[in-house]
T-cell receptor, first 116, second 114 residues
Framework: EAGVAQSPRYKIIEKRQSVAFWCNPI?????LYWYQQILGQGPKLLIQ????????DSQLPKDRFSAERLKGVDSTLKIQPAKLEDSAVYLC??????????????FGPGTRLLVL | AQSVAQPEDQVNVAEGNPLTVKCTYS??????LFWYVQYPNRGLQFLLK??????LVKGSYGFEAEFNKSQTSFHLKKPSALVSDSALYFC????????????FGAGTTVTVRA
C-alpha cells in the first residue's frame, strides 16, 4: 500500500514569509498528525485530526501556525509569518482509527524547512 | 507527565557485533512503548511496539526489544549489526494519562562500521 505522501520535500524561505505544507495520509486512515522535528530532538506533536475534526492542537503556536483537513483526507499546515526558529522538519503521520494505546502511526518522508 | 530518555546520543559498533540502544521511560499509568528508525532525509519507520504480554518483542529487520517494568526500560537490541543499520533511532511512549499522545526521546545515532 502507498505510504504517507508529503510535499514539498524541501523549502527555503526568508523570515516573515509564509509557507504551506501538504500531506496525503495512507488511504482509509482516519487520524492524521503533524509533528515538528527540530535538529537534535525527537518529533513534537503540533496537531492531531480525527477525520476533519481537530482532536488536539494544544502545542500548535496558533498565532502563526494553522492547519486544516477539510474533507477528512489530505491536510495542509501553514506558517505565517515564519520565524528563524521554525526551521525544522515537518512530519506528517497517519493511523487507522482514533488514537488508542496500541495504534501505530505511519510517517511520511517529511518537509525540511529552512528559514533565513 | 510522561517522558522518554535515551541516555546515549551515539552508539558505535562493529558489523557483526551485538547492538543495544537504550531507552527508559516515565509514565503515570501503563506504558505503551514504540521504537522507530529514521534514515537520512526520510521519515520515521516503525520497528516494533510493546503493548502487553511477552516482555520480549520482535520487530522488523531482526530487531527486538525487552520491556522491563522494574527498571522502566525498553532497550532495543539486534544480535548482529549490519552497516545498513546505521541510522537515527527513536524510542517513544504513550499512556492514558496523557491522552495516548506519542512522546519521543531525543534519539540515538547508531553507526555500524564495516
Amino acid at each position: 500500500e502507498a505510504g504517507v505522501a508529503q510535499s514539498p520535500r524541501y523549502k527555503i524561505i526568508e523570515k516573515r514569509q509564509s509557507v504551506a505544507f501538504w500531506c496525503n495520509p495512507i488511504s482509509g486512515h482516519a487520524t492524521l498528525y503533524w509533528y515538528q522535528q527540530i535538529l537534535g530532538q525527537g518529533p513534537k506533536l503540533l496537531i492531531q485530526f480525527q477525520n476533519n475534526g481537530v482532536v488536539d492542537d494544544s502545542q500548535l503556536p496558533k498565532d502563526r501556525f494553522s492547519a486544516e483537513r477539510l474533507k477528512g483526507v489530505d491536510s495542509t499546515l501553514k506558517i505565517q509569518p515564519a520565524k528563524l526558529e521554525d526551521s525544522a522538519v515537518y512530519l506528517c503521520a497517519s493511523s487507522p482509527t482514533l488514537v488508542g494505546y496500541q495504534e501505530t502511526q505511519y510517517f511520511g518522508p517529511g518537509t525540511r524547512l529552512l528559514v533565513l | 507527565a510522561q517522558s522518554v530518555a535515551q541516555p546515549e546520543d551515539q552508539v558505535n559498533v562493529a558489523e557483526g557485533n551485538p547492538l543495544t540502544v537504550k531507552c527508559t521511560y516515565s509514565v503515570s499509568g501503563n506504558p505503551y512503548l514504540f521504537w522507530y528508525v529514521q534514515y537520512p532525509n526520510r521519515g520515521l519507520q516503525f520497528l516494533l511496539k510493546y503493548i502487553t504480554g511477552d516482555n520480549l518483542v520482535k520487530g522488523s529487520y531482526g530487531f527486538e526489544a525487552e520491556f522491563n517494568k522494574s527498571q522502566t526500560s525498553f532497550h532495543l537490541k539486534k544480535p548482529s549489526a549490519l552497516v545498513s543499520d546505521s541510522a537515527l533511532y527513536f524510542c517513544a511512549v504513550r499512556d492514558e494519562a496523557n491522552d495516548y499522545k506519542l512522546s519521543f526521546g531525543a534519539g540515538t545515532t547508531v553507526t555500524v562500521r564495516a
